[in-house]
């Protein structure tokens, strides 16, 4: 088993689970939790789908580890589970995702209601409310490019291992990574660059 | 952002994506724009919250591993169902087929016929399966086919009938100087092959030594008497004469009025008479006889009631 170098710890755990020991699925988990949730919450759209989907993710995952060979690194692997999950549970719930497409009559009301009024960080009133409009914003992106934003931007995956995460080709990955940022670039404004400086 | 950008056709992956290829200041710009995008859309979470979830999801995969050891048997159980059922359906008509070879088997012991030992199913004309005869000597009739075309040449239109009986091969011609055995009852000017009837008359013995000591293959046209004397296997001298006539309507194909005679030094004469109704490819009991204490039965198989000569010899 080919296993990531970057975290022994989680190497150990996985080795220990395919040998069917349910505690070291634990320290999957809490490894991995933070991750997962953050995807399943941005793919879902709702605090109790995102449960639901990072529970269902999970299990998928526990069901199927004895098949995972290493090929892939574990964090790739786990991730496009999570990703099928979430496609699955949001057809279930049927939930109204609000996900605006590109193409969409409603992606300019989309966009002036996240920029208007042009509040800078300074104005606002706390970093907590700028955080709140970035969510917003990423969730507002389509769902495909949600999906690469989160594995590229947030999970710092090279687009490669997101490509083979989603099924796409590296350059479709890139070209919508980029389009991503133009967008949430448009939909953020300025606020971005005040608070990077 | 779009400064420094440039689009490149990305033909390593033979794709038709319009590829942005950044340089290295929009590289950095879009790297930075990542990390900042990274810390504010981090959805946060600690280490109490994972344990939490760790502590929710342990019983729902314990519960799942249960229900699964709980599945394993109703899953075996139905699958040894379907491959019961499936072989039952594959064995349905396999076994159809033996008892129909079996029947047929029996259908000659009840009537008192014993098979002899050198007795080939899967070669003999007189094979039933059901009602019907299963299989043939297919060379025996592609020879008599052949002998009876030779013979044809040979005789021109007199030709009326062609029997292979024992070792002799006997015919029937309804010409007063070249007649070897006289055609008493003949309204056909000419010999027809494709209305040839093809029957075999076959006595078997019965007892404790079974065997068929006297077989009859006959080609003839239809409404010839035909009339053969033979020496049987078992040496009794067998007179046989056959009458066969197509018959009009479906419930038979041929009526056959049969005389059986058959004499053995030391023993009363046997005579057998009957009249039967045959249907293509079905075999009847013509009746059974004693002779000596051994107890004989005479069956007759119909082949066909339009005999076609198709492998007619390349010297025609």
Known sequence: MAESDADPALDNCIHRCVLGDLDAFGGIVRACYRSVRQMCWYLTGSEADADDAAQESFLRAYRAIRRFRGEAEFKTWLFRICVNTCHDVQRRSKVDRQSVSADSPDTEQALASVQSPEPSPRDMASREELRRHVREAVRRLPESHRRVVLLVAFEGLPHKEAAKVLGLRTATVTWYMQESRERLRKMLGPQLDELRE | ?316
């Open chain 2, 1 to 316: 952002m779009t400064r420094g950008r440039r689009v490149v056709r990305n033909r390593s992956e033979k794709s038709e994506h319009w590829t942005v290829n950044p340089g290295p200041d929009a590289q950095t710009e879009a790297n930075r724009f990542d990390v900042a995008l990274r810390e504010l859309g981090a959805i946060e979470s600690n280490e109490e919250e994972a344990n939490a979830f760790w502590r929710r999801l342990r019983p729902r995969i314990e519960e799942k591993a249960q229900a699964r050891g709980r599945l394993w048997l109703p899953r075996l159980a139905w699958a040894l169902t379907g491959a019961a059922t499936v072989l039952v359906l594959a064995a349905l008509p396999w076994g159809i087929w033996v008892r129909s070879l079996q029947r047929g088997s029996d259908r000659l012991a009840n009537a008192g016929v014993f098979l002899p030992k050198e007795y080939d199913p899967s070669l003999d004309f007189i094979v039933f399966r059901g009602n019907r005869v299963l299989a043939y000597q297919p060379a025996a009739i592609d020879r008599d086919s052949r002998m009876f075309l030779e013979t044809l040449d040979l005789f021109a239109a007199r030709l009326q009938w062609l029997a292979v009986a024992g070792q002799q091969i006997q015919i029937g011609l309804n010409s007063s100087e070249l007649q070897t055995k006289q055609s008493l009852v003949s309204d056909q000017s000419s010999a027809r092959p494709g209305e040839m009837i093809y029957l075999q008359v076959s006595v078997f013995r019965t007892g404790s030594d079974p065997a068929r000591p006297y077989v009859a293959r006959i080609l003839a046209l239809p409404g010839s008497q035909v009339h053969l004397d033979a020496k049987s296997a078992d040496g009794a001298e067998v007179s046989l004469s056959v009458w066969p006539q197509k018959a009009v309507g479906r419930t038979c194909s041929l009526q056959l009025d049969m005389r059986y005679a058959a004499r053995q030094p030391g023993a009363e004469p046997a005579k057998l008479q009957r009249q039967l109704s045959l249907k293509t490819n079905e075999a009847a009991c013509g009746g059974t006889f004693e002779m000596g204490g051994t107890s004989y039965a005479v069956y007759v198989s119909v082949r066909s009631v339009a005999f076609e000569m198709a492998q007619r010899p390349s010297r025609v």
